[in-house]
Nanobody
Framework: QVQLVESGGGLVQAGGSLRLSCAASGSIFRSNTMGWYRQAPGKQRELVAAITSGGSTNYADSVKGRFTISRDNAKNTVYLQMNSLKPEDTAVYYC??????????????WGQGTQVTVSS
């Protein structure tokens, strides 16, 4: 059993910053790729950023240069530093992690989501 707990969402003015955190806990042998997705009302869930266990990163074009993903492997935690926020960044942000538990195949876990609202 693995749980992902997110924190750090909230309301911010355009141009501001927020930092999201997601901590994985439970029966974890290794965390592989971890990432953040977002879903705005009426839109499909989309990848925002992802990071491998080795530190390779991937970003959506819309956030490149503004958002930075990082992770602490010892804490099984992934972070998303969001700068220069825009109203179009408003969405529910979900943490995602591919986790290998003892005696199991890797499994894709999701957090409960955290609301990010950027006012103009």
């Amino acid at each position: 059993q693995v749980q992902l707990v997110e924190s750090g969402g909230g309301l911010v003015q355009a141009g501001g910053s927020l930092r999201l955190s997601c901590a994985a806990s439970g029966s974890i042998f290794r965390s592989n790729t971890m990432g953040w997705y977002r879903q705005a009302p009426g839109k499909q869930r989309e990848l925002v950023a992802a990071i491998t266990s080795g530190g390779s990163t991937n970003y959506a074009d819309s956030v490149k240069g503004r958002f930075t993903i990082s992770r602490d492997n010892a804490k099984n935690t992934v972070y998303l530093q969001m700068n220069s926020l825009k109203p179009e960044d408003t969405a529910v942000y979900y943490c995602n992690a591919d986790i290998l538990s003892p005696y199991s195949d890797p499994y894709d876990y999701w957090g409960q989501g955290t609301q990010v609202t950027v006012s103009s």
